[in-house]
């Protein structure tokens, strides 16, 4: 089975620029995660949507947004680029009933110049 | 506010040694913990939940709530479970995991 997928793999954008990452989940799962991993910090919580809506929200400006898409893909959305906004992104998903593990990808690495 | 804490950047062992990768919580309600995996080249990966109380490649967690810790521990470690190590917190019940930074096993032969 195909695993989480993350578009691109890189993105190099400029202090004030908008930057778009995409995530399309295992098929069949409707939850998709969104984290950022900073150098020298943990995962730290992003996002969370199901089934075409925002469940769950972690402590980030409002600059950071996103949607999920009627097939399950999701977009991450980060406006007003900052340099600290430099970070791994990663997206991960699972089956929508009750718990289930999240399934990771590899991630968009954004860096901001 | 829940924070996951993980002291050792690096625990470097010999083949055959035993394992503690530790792992200390803040959280006042009965949080749900897990162990992500992430091994070289490859994706992050659940290992271990506390609630199943499974053995998983060797590895087992226990729960202290007095201590608020959550160590994973392999009796004898083997040159393959070198990897990165990440504990994580649930306590909404929302998947809203908290994850500490992480320790990296390096397993010696």
């Known amino acids: 089975e195909a695993g989480v997928t993350q578009s691109p793999t890189h993105l190099i954008k400029t202090r004030g620029q908008q930057a778009t990452l995409r995530c399309s989940p295992i098929s069949g799962h409707t939850s998709v995660y969104w984290y950022q991993q900073a150098l020298g910090l943990g995962l730290q919580f992003l996002l969370w949507y199901d089934e075409g809506e925002e469940r769950n929200r972690g402590n980030f400006p409002p600059r950071f947004s996103g949607r999920q898409f009627p097939n399950y893909s999701s977009e991450l959305n980060v406006n007003a680029l900052e340099l600290e906004d430099s970070a791994l992104y990663l997206c991960?998903?699972?089956?929508?009933?009750?718990?289930?593990?999240?399934?990771f990808g590899d991630g968009t690495r954004l860096s901001i110049l | 506010a829940q924070r996951v804490t993980q002291p050792e950047k690096l625990l470097s062992v010999f083949k055959g040694a035993p394992v503690e990768l530790k792992c200390n919580y803040s959280y006042s309600g009965s949080p749900e913990l897990f162990w992500y995996v992430q091994y070289s080249r490859q994706r992050l990966q659940l290992l271990l939940r506390h609630i199943s109380r499974e053995s998983i490649k060797g590895f087992t967690a226990d729960l202290n709530k007095g201590e608020t810790s959550f160590h994973l521990k392999k009796p004898f470690a083997q040159e393959e479970d070198s990897a990165m190590y990440y504990c994580a917190l649930d306590n909404t019940g929302f998947q809203k995991l908290v994850f500490g930074t992480g320790t990296r096993l390096l397993v010696s032969p």
């Open positions: 991960a998903s699972s089956l929508g009933q009750g718990w289930q593990p999240q399934h």
